[in-house]
C-alpha cells in the first residue's frame, strides 16, 4: 500500500524558513514524478512544485525563488525547503504522486500545516 | 490556463448532481476529478476525463467536450458530501497542475 507522510509543519515568523518532508513507502520511490500541493485556509487547492524523476523541476509563481524542492531516493524522501516565508504561505502542505498512466495525482499525503504568522 | 467552477451545488439524496469545470478548449485536454472531505486530503475520483481509480463507485462519471468538463454523481448519497476540484495538465506551460476554483457539493 503506498503511504505518504508529511512532516515538519508549524508556526514560523514571516521571513522564516521552514523545511517539509514526505516520506514515502509501498512505491518503488525513484519512479515516480512527485509534487507539492498547499490549501490556505478555506480556500482551494494550489499546485506548488513538482519535480520529475529525473530532476525536471517546475514551480508555481507565487514560490518560485523562495521554495525549492528535492528528493532523495535513497531514503525514500522528498523535500520542500521555504525560504522568506508569508503570510499567505499559510496552508494545509501536501505532498502527492504523480500517476504513471495519467497526468493526474493518484495518491496524496495527508498534510502538515505552516502557519507563518509573528 | 484557468479553469472555472461554480461554487456551490446542492441535490437531495438520490438525485443527480453535475459539476462543470469551464476552460478554453478544455476539451483538447485531459481533466481529473478530486473529491475533499472536511479535514481530509484530496481523492482521485475521476481521470483522464471518465474514467475510475480502483475502489471509486460507478456513481462517479465524467465527459468533457468543447469548453466545459462536467463530473456526474449519479443517486447521490448524503457521503458524497464534499468539494471537488477539477484539474488539467498544461502542457504549455511551466507550471503544469492547474486546479478549479472547487465545487462544495451540498447533499439536501
Known amino acids: 500500500e503506498v503511504q505518504l507522510v508529511e512532516s515538519g509543519g508549524g508556526l514560523v515568523q514571516p521571513g522564516g524558513s521552514l523545511r517539509l518532508s514526505c516520506a514515502a513507502s509501498g512505491l518503488t520511490f525513484s519512479s515516480y514524478e512527485m509534487n507539492w500541493v498547499r490549501q490556505a485556509p478555506g480556500k482551494g487547492l494550489e499546485w506548488v512544485s513538482y519535480?520529475?524523476?529525473?530532476?525536471?523541476?517546475y514551480y508555481a509563481d507565487s514560490v518560485k525563488g523562495r521554495f525549492t524542492i528535492s528528493r532523495d531516493n535513497a531514503k525514500n524522501s522528498l523535500y520542500l525547503q521555504m525560504n522568506s516565508l508569508r503570510a499567505d504561505d499559510t496552508a494545509v502542505y501536501y505532498c502527492a504522486r504523480d500517476s504513471p498512466t495519467s497526468a493526474s495525482l493518484d495518491y496524496w499525503g495527508q498534510g502538515t500545516l505552516v502557519t507563518v504568522s509573528s | 490556463y484557468v479553469l472555472t467552477q461554480p461554487p456551490s451545488e446542492s441535490v437531495a439524496p438520490g438525485q443527480t448532481a453535475r459539476i462543470t469545470c469551464g476552460g478554453n478548449n478544455i476539451g483538447s485536454k485531459s481533466v481529473h476529478w478530486y473529491q475533499q472531505k472536511p479535514g481530509q486530503a484530496p481523492v482521485l475520483v475521476v481521470y483522464d476525463d471518465s474514467d475510475r481509480p480502483s475502489g471509486i463507485p460507478e456513481r462517479f462519471s465524467g465527459s468533457n467536450s468543447g469548453n466545459t468538463a462536467t463530473l456526474t454523481i449519479s443517486r447521490v448519497e448524503a457521503g458524497d458530501e464534499a468539494d471537488y476540484y477539477c484539474q488539467v495538465w498544461d502542457t504549455s506551460s511551466d507550471h503544469p497542475y492547474v486546479f478549479g476554483t472547487g465545487t462544495k457539493v451540498t447533499v439536501l
Open positions: 519535480i520529475s524523476s529525473g530532476g525536471t523541476i
